[in-house]
């Protein structure tokens, strides 16, 4: 599902103008919309809108640590799918190149990573490395 779908059905608004602080995009839980930067290339567009789509699923008003990991870990897990990354992964172990691969940002494989449990890295790694057992 695309971020616009997710919108719609979220009940959030997308409006390509500048956000304030020369942000690529915030999240306005009294307006139920988002901003997002209209100069911004595709996959940060694309990881912005994700990212703030995870503050509005979790209804963040403000900004602190703990709302960012949950807004970023949230996009990354709609972003990367498991299946694409092992594919990715079995051609490269770089970060940047399988971010590219895949069309998001380095930052969103990493939070995608850090949001395996020990079961699902696991599975990934054996898949990786041809052990389907």
Known sequence: MG?????EK???RIHYKRPPHGWWGCWDPDRRHILIHPDLGYIQRRSTAWHELGHAYYEHVGCSPKQELQART????????????IDAAR????LISIAHRLHVMPEDVRA???????EELIHIRKEINGHTD
């Not at 949230?74 to 990354?85: D, E, N, S, V």
């Not at 051609?91 to 770089?94: A, G, L």
């Not at 995608?112 to 020990?118: A, H, P, T």
């Open 112 to 118: 995608w990573e850090k949001s395996l449990s020990l």
């Open 91 to 94: 051609i490269t172990d770089d």
């Open 74 to 85: 949230w996009a990354a897990r709609h972003l990367i799918r498991a299946q694409a990354f």
């Open 10 to 12: 979220m009940g959030v």
């Open 3 to 7: 971020y616009e779908l997710m919108a």
